[in-house]
């Protein structure tokens, strides 16, 4: 398999020639090691860290912090709203079920 050649080829058909030809399993080993290498050499260049600030680094942990304090409160808001309908739910009673109404009742209760 030539170089300029290397771009045809899709994986069902590189696996078709692996079992079809001996000869083509030894290029096709080549073609996978030299994609792998491109691609994880690819994959690097996106992923450099050492290209952002000292100063970027420190905002951004910084942001990331506050949305954490921010999920945080979130939190404990859902819980709060969680255990208000739990304690509701205790105190509704269905009167009355057709096809198009529910009719319920609520108790009262004191809040401590």
């Known amino acids: 398999m030539r170089k300029n050649q290397k771009s045809k ?8 020639s692996i079992q079809n030809s001996q000869s083509h399993f030894k290029n096709s080993v080549c073609f996978f090691e030299e994609y792998t290498c491109e691609s994880s050499i690819h994959s690097a260049s996106n992923v450099s860290i050492g290209t952002i600030p000292n100063s970027q680094l420190s ?3 910084f942001d990331l912090e506050h949305i954490r304090s921010i999920m945080f409160k979130m939190q404990k808001k859902l819980d709060h709203v969680e255990n208000y309908f739990e304690q509701i739910s205790k105190n509704i009673e269905v009167i009355k079920r057709n096809s198009k109404r529910i009719i319920i009742k609520i108790q009262q209760t004191t809040q401590q």
Do not use: G, R
């Open 59 to 61: 905002k951004m942990k």
């Open 9 to 16: 080829y899709n994986l069902p058909v590189v696996l078709d």
